[in-house]
C-alpha cells in the first residue's frame, strides 16, 4: 500500500512537471507569434543617420527623433510616392502588419499604454508608430501608468445606439469633435470606430456599439460621427465590414447572404458613409460572407469598396482577422492587426515565392503610407495629455438627454411639485454607463439616477435608499464588478431586489414619486439571451407590479426609466407604469442627463433606431441566430483552424448563419408583414405637440425635392425629427412597404413657431438591387412620398411619377 502511494506521488509530481513545461512551451508560443516581434525587426535592420533637406530623422545610435520630418511644398501623393520609392521590400512587407498586441496587455515600451494596435514605424525614413485605439463611445487606453500617479481618464460619451436615437446629424458631429480632440490630445492617431452594423437581431452582444436596424440612419449618423472625428486630424477605422450580426463564433461564422439583401441593408450603410465622409480606414470583419473571409474577400474590398465606391483609405483586419495573411494583402486588405510573427513570415514567404506580388505590396503600402502622412504625428504636433474633460462631459450630458426616448407619458412628466423621489431596482444607484469590451471607457467618474436627481434639487427616499445598501451589503461580492476580458465574458450584473409590502408601504408614504430603473449590459465576445435578459425576470416583473400597484392605491405616478444597450421586451408590461424613459446608456453623466428629461430642463426628442417588438421570435431573422449567449472562447479563438467544417459537421448559427429573412430586417419586416409592435421605428413622445402642413413634392433634374411646414402646436419649447419615407404602390418586384429615404432634427421651435422645412432624394436612390443583372435597378411609375414621425404614424404623403 505504502509502494503504490510513493508510486502515484511520484506519478503526480511528473506530471505537474509536465504542465508546468507545457504552459513554458504555451507561453513561448504566444509571445513569439502574437506578442512583442519587434525586436527581431530593430536587430536585424542598420539604421543609418538620413538628413533629407535639413531634417534629421535619426540620431548616431538609430534613435527616433520627435522632428519628423514634413515637406509642406509637396501633396500628400507626392510624399507617399518618394517615400515608396526608398523602401525595400522588406520594409514595406514590415509596415503591413502591426506590431503585436503587447500594448494593449500594459507591456512594452509604448508611448500611449492600451492603445490596442499600431502601424509599425520605419525609423530609416521618418516614419513614426501610429496608434490605433478603441473605441466607438470614447477612448479606451489604460488609466494607469508606471512610475506616474496621475490617472489618465477618458470621457465615456453615450453609447451609438443612443446617439443614433437623437437622430440630430449636428449633435453627432460636435460627439465626434470632442472624441476626436481626446484622442489628439492623448496621442492616438485613429480611434477604431465608429460601428455601423445592422441590427440584424435584437440579441446581438454589440448592438449597443450600432445605430440602427436601418441602413440611411445608420449611414447618416455614422458619417457624421467619422466628419467630426476626423475635423480634428485623427482618423477613424469603421467597422464591421461586414454582415458581422453576431458575436457567437465571429471569427469562423459563415454569413450566407443573398446579393441583394447585402446591397440593399448590410452594404448600405456602409456606402453612404464612404460618400458622406471617406473615411481614411475601413476595419473588416471576422466572419465569412458565402464562404470567404470577409479580409480575403476582392468583391468586397477592391470591387465594391474601391471601384464601386471610390474609398480612398485603407482597409485593416479586426484583430486576429482572417486566416491567409498573403490572400488579404491581395484582397484589397491592407493592414493586418495586431499583427503576428506567423503573417510577418507568411508574407516574405509569398513574396519570395511570388504567390503574392509586389504590385499587391505596394498598393496596400502606398495607402498606409498615405495615412502615415495625414497623421499629426507627421506634423510634429505637440500632444499634451490633457484634454478638456470638462468641456466633453458637457456635450455628454447634452447629447444623452438628446437620444433619450420618451415611450409613455400619463401626465407625470416632467415632475413638477414633487421633492422626495423614491428610487427602486438596483441600477437606480449603480447605473450603467456604456457596454464592455472595446467599448468600454476607463472614465473618471458615472453619475448615476441618484446622484443626477439630487444635482437637480430633488430628495431621494431614505427607505427605499436603505434598503438597497442594505441588499449590496448582503450580497457583497456580485457587486464586484468584473474587468478586462472577465468583463466581457460576464457582464456585470448584480442581483435584483425584491419589496416586500411593508416595505413599500413606508416607501409610499414618504414618497411623491417612485422611479424604477431596469438595467442591461453586455458587450464584445457574446450574444444576449431571451430569457431574463431581453425578457424581464421574475423579480423584476415583480417589482414592476408591486411598485406600480402600491403607489396606484396612494393616488401616486411611477417611472420606469430603461438603462439598458439594446432592446428588451416592454409589452407585457408597459400598461403599469404611468411613464416610460428609454435612457439608454448615456455615458459617464447618464444620471444628470435622465435628471434633466425627468425634471423638464430638457424636453425629450429622441427616436427609436430600431422596433420593440412584442415577442422576440416575431423578428424573421429569430430561427436563424444564435440564442444560447455561448461566450467567447480566447483560446480557440487564436489557436483554431479556419479550415471549414466538413458540411455534415458544421452547426447552424455558429459555423455558418442562413440570412434567410432577405431585406426584411426591422420595420420593413413587421411592416410588410403587418405584425403588432410594442414600439415602431422612430417612435418618440415630447412634451410638446407639432403639426405637419404644406406639403409640396417636385421632381427636378433627377431629384426630388420636398418642403414641409412643422409648427410647435404645444405650450413647451421643443425638437421634432421628421422621416421621410417612400413607398412604390403596385409594385412589380418584392419590396418593403415604406422605406426610410431622409430625415431631419429641427432647431429648438419654441410654443407657436413654424418652420419650412426641405429635403431631396436622388431618384436613383428609389432603386432595388436586382439580382438578376447584378446592378441596380430603377422601376418606374407613381412614387408615394410619406412624412411622419414613425414608420407607423405616417402625417403627410403626396404622389409623384418616375419616368425612365
Known amino acids: 500500500m505504502k509502494k503504490a502511494v510513493r508510486v502515484s506521488l511520484k506519478a503526480i509530481g511528473i506530471l505537474i512537471l509536465l504542465l508546468i513545461l507545457l504552459a513554458l512551451v504555451g507561453w513561448w508560443y504566444v509571445n513569439s507569434t502574437f506578442l512583442n516581434f519587434e525586436k527581431d525587426y530593430a536587430e536585424k ?41 526608398q523602401m525595400t521590400l522588406e520594409e514595406k512587407i514590415h509596415l503591413l502588419k502591426g506590431s503585436g498586441i503587447n500594448s494593449a496587455l500594459g507591456r512594452g515600451d509604448t508611448a500611449v499604454p492600451g492603445a490596442v494596435g499600431t502601424i509599425v514605424p520605419t525609423p530609416r525614413l521618418g516614419l513614426p508608430t501610429i496608434y490605433l485605439s478603441d473605441g466607438p463611445a470614447g477612448l479606451r487606453i489604460a488609466p494607469k501608468r508606471e512610475g506616474e500617479e496621475r490617472t489618465y481618464y477618458c470621457t465615456a460619451f453615450p453609447i451609438g445606439t443612443l446617439l443614433s436615437s437623437t437622430w440630430n446629424t449636428d449633435l453627432v458631429n460636435q460627439v465626434g469633435t470632442a472624441m476626436g480632440t481626446e484622442a489628439k490630445e492623448y496621442g492616438i492617431d485613429v480611434i477604431l470606430g465608429p460601428g455601423a452594423n445592422i441590427h440584424r437581431h435584437p440579441l446581438c452582444g454589440r448592438n449597443f456599439e450600432y445605430y440602427s436596424e436601418d441602413p440611411v440612419l445608420t449611414g447618416f449618423i455614422g458619417a457624421a460621427m467619422i466628419n467630426g472625428i476626423e475635423s480634428q486630424g485623427i482618423g477613424t477605422a469603421v467597422k464591421h465590414f461586414v454582415a458581422n450580426n453576431q458575436e457567437t463564433d465571429r471569427n469562423f461564422n459563415n454569413a450566407i447572404v443573398s446579393d441583394r439583401a447585402m446591397r440593399e441593408i448590410y452594404l448600405k450603410g456602409f456606402e453612404i458613409i464612404v460618400n458622406k465622409s471617406q473615411p481614411w480606414t475601413i476595419m473588416s470583419s471576422y466572419n465569412k460572407i458565402n464562404g470567404t473571409y470577409v479580409p480575403e474577400s476582392k468583391d468586397l474590398l477592391t470591387d465594391i469598396l474601391r471601384d464601386n465606391w471610390k474609398f480612398e483609405g485603407l482597409v485593416m483586419t479586426d484583430w486576429f482577422g482572417g486566416d491567409d495573411a498573403a490572400a488579404m494583402i491581395a484582397a484589397g486588405n491592407d493592414l493586418l492587426e495586431p499583427g503576428t510573427k506567423k503573417q510577418w513570415k507568411a508574407l516574405e514567404e509569398a513574396a519570395e515565392e511570388g504567390t503574392l506580388s509586389e504590385t499587391a505590396i505596394n498598393t496596400a503600402t502606398r495607402r498606409i503610407l498615405k495615412l502615415v502622412m495625414q497623421s499629426k504625428k507627421m506634423q510634429n504636433y505637440k500632444y499634451v495629455n490633457n484634454p478638456d474633460l470638462d468641456a466633453h462631459a458637457k456635450i455628454t450630458r447634452q447629447s444623452a438627454a438628446e437620444g433619450m426616448v420618451l415611450l409613455k407619458n400619463e401626465q407625470v412628466l ?14 437606480s444607484y449603480d447605473f450603467i454607463a456604456g457596454g464592455t469590451g472595446s467599448g468600454d471607457v476607463n472614465e473618471a467618474y458615472t453619475i448615476s439616477l441618484e446622484q443626477g436627481l439630487e444635482n437637480a434639487g430633488y430628495t431621494i427616499n431614505k427607505k427605499a435608499k436603505d434598503l438597497f445598501e442594505s441588499h449590496k451589503a448582503t450580497n457583497e461580492e456580485a457587486f464586484v464588478k468584473p474587468e478586462g476580458l472577465d468583463a466581457m465574458t460576464n457582464p456585470y450584473f448584480p442581483p435584483r431586489m425584491a419589496y416586500s409590502k411593508e416595505d413599500l408601504a ?10 424604477i430603473t431596469i438595467g442591461r449590459n453586455s458587450g464584445e465576445g457574446g450574444d444576449r439571451v431571451e430569457k431574463d435578459d431581453f425578457l424581464l425576470s421574475d423579480t423584476e416583473q415583480k417589482m414592476i407590479s408591486d411598485v406600480c400597484s402600491a403607489f396606484r392605491e396612494a393616488g401616486k405616478k411611477v417611472v420606469v426609466v430603461m438603462n439598458v444597450g439594446g432592446v428588451i421586451e416592454t409589452a407585457s408590461w408597459k400598461a403599469q407604469p404611468n411613464a416610460i ?19 423638464g430642463k430638457v424636453n425629450p426628442s429622441g427616436k427609436l433606431p430600431m422596433t ?52 426584411y430586417v426591422g420595420y420593413r419586416h413587421f411592416d410588410k408583414a403587418e405584425l403588432k409592435v410594442s414600439y415602431p421605428f422612430g417612435y418618440g413622445l415630447s412634451y410638446t405637440n407639432f403639426n405637419y402642413s404644406d406639403l409640396n413634392v417636385q421632381i427636378e433634374n433627377d431629384t426630388i425635392s420636398i418642403s414641409v411646414n412643422i409648427t410647435n402646436s404645444g405650450d413647451l419649447a421643443g425638437k421634432e425629427v421628421v422621416q421621410v419615407y417612400t413607398s412604390k404602390p403596385n409594385a412589380t418586384i418584392d419590396r418593403p412597404v415604406k422605406e426610410l429615404r431622409t430625415f431631419t432634427k429641427t432647431k429648438n421651435l419654441n410654443a407657436g413657431e413654424s418652420i419650412n422645412l426641405n429635403f431631396q432624394i436622388p431618384v436613383l436612390e428609389l432603386s432595388y438591387w436586382s439580382e438578376t443583372t447584378s446592378k441596380w435597378e430603377l422601376e418606374k411609375g407613381i412614387y408615394r412620398i410619406q412624412v411622419g414621425t414613425s414608420s407607423r404614424a405616417i402625417k403627410l404623403s403626396e404622389d409623384v411619377e418616375i419616368i425612365i
Open 506 to 515: 413606508d416607501i409610499v408614504k414618504s414618497a411623491d414619486v417612485g422611479i
Open 612 to 663: 420593440f417588438p412584442v415577442n422576440l421570435n416575431d423578428h424573421a431573422s429569430n430561427a436563424n441566430f444564435p440564442l444560447d449567449g455561448e461566450p467567447i472562447d480566447f483560446i480557440k479563438m487564436l489557436t483554431a483552424s479556419k479550415e471549414e467544417k466538413p458540411e455534415d459537421e458544421q452547426i447552424k448559427n455558429k459555423d455558418y448563419t442562413n440570412y434567410e429573412e432577405g431585406i
Open 581 to 599: 424613459l428609454l435612457a439608454w446608456q448615456g455615458g459617464q453623466e447618464g444620471g444628470n442627463s435622465v435628471a434633466d428629461i425627468l425634471s
Open 45 to 85: 535592420t542598420v539604421f543609418n543617420e538620413l538628413t533629407i533637406d535639413g531634417h534629421t530623422f535619426l540620431d548616431r545610435n538609430g534613435n527616433e527623433k520627435l522632428d519628423i520630418y514634413e515637406d509642406n511644398r509637396k501633396s500628400t501623393d507626392e510624399r507617399v510616392a518618394d517615400a515608396l520609392s
Open 414 to 427: 416632467p415632475i413638477a411639485n414633487a421633492e422626495n423621489i423614491a428610487l427602486l431596482g438596483v441600477t
